[in-house]
């Protein structure tokens, strides 16, 4: 079983849809919490960091739940432009970084 | 450019060859962190530096692989007799370190092909 895991989709949705993606970890050591956003053949950017009282940047909202080791992404209105993979990231402590193998979105006209 | 830049942009060995790829973190950043990609999978933890300190190493790195960031500034990635299933995307990132939650920048990364 991976440390951390993703449904990896496709999810192929229409503009102005709302879609929500999950990860769960393994490591209840785990301290901090990402998602990260990455474009075909480009390097991964971070999208937000999650926090255990959920947190929201416009259209996207993440939540942590460390008791289910369950973290969640939602994209409202979805646009063209968020078509991407996006990989959820768990942090240990000690600084090692243990990426999913990401969600890949599909966002069509 | 002030970004994280990795040398070479691709590389292309035989089977058996060594390899050595450089990474220029974002100056003044503390942390650098070495991943490595293939098709499909998201960035695998290959290590991670603490200014020169190497503080973590995948158990997943073989004896083959070799990082160094000796002036605790850019780091390389050596990998001695290359396997074709060396071949993938290795990527570099680097963050500041101030603190334990903090963003990691990448780097455009070095493609590696092994024939």
């Known amino acids: 079983r991976k440390e951390v895991e993703q449904d990896p989709g496709p999810f192929n949705v229409p503009e102005g849809a709302t879609v929500a993606f999950n990860c769960t970890y393994s490591?209840?050591?785990?301290?901090?919490f990402f998602w990260y956003r990455q474009d075909c053949r480009k390097e991964p950017k971070l999208l937000m960091s999650v926090y255990s009282s959920g947190n929201e940047d416009g259209r996207f909202t993440a939540q942590l739940n460390r008791a289910s080791q369950y973290i969640s992404l939602l994209i409202r209105d979805s646009k063209l432009s968020d078509s991407a993979t996006y990989l959820c990231v768990v942090n240990t402590n000690a600084g090692k970084s243990t990426f999913g193998d990401g969600t890949t979105l599909t966002v069509k006209p | 450019d002030t970004g994280v830049s990795q040398n070479p942009r691709h590389k292309i060995t035989k089977r058996g060859q060594n390899v050595t790829f450089r990474c220029d973190p974002i100056?003044?950043?503390?942390?650098l962190y070495w991943y490595r990609q293939t098709l499909g999978q998201g960035p695998e933890f290959l290590t991670y530096?603490?200014?020169?300190?190497?503080?973590?190493k995948s158990r997943l790195l073989s004896d083959r692989f070799s990082a160094e960031r000796p002036k605790g500034s850019f780091s390389t990635l050596e990998i001695q007799r290359t396997e074709q299933g060396d071949s993938a995307m290795y990527l570099c990132?680097?963050?500041?370190?101030?603190?334990?939650?903090?963003?990691?920048?990448f780097g455009p990364g070095t493609r590696l092909t092994v024939l």
């Open positions: 990132a680097s963050s500041s370190g101030d603190r334990v939650v903090d963003e990691q920048f």
């Open positions: 490591n209840s050591a785990s301290q901090s």
């Open positions: 530096f603490q200014n020169e300190a190497q503080l973590e």
């Open positions: 100056s003044e950043h503390n942390r």
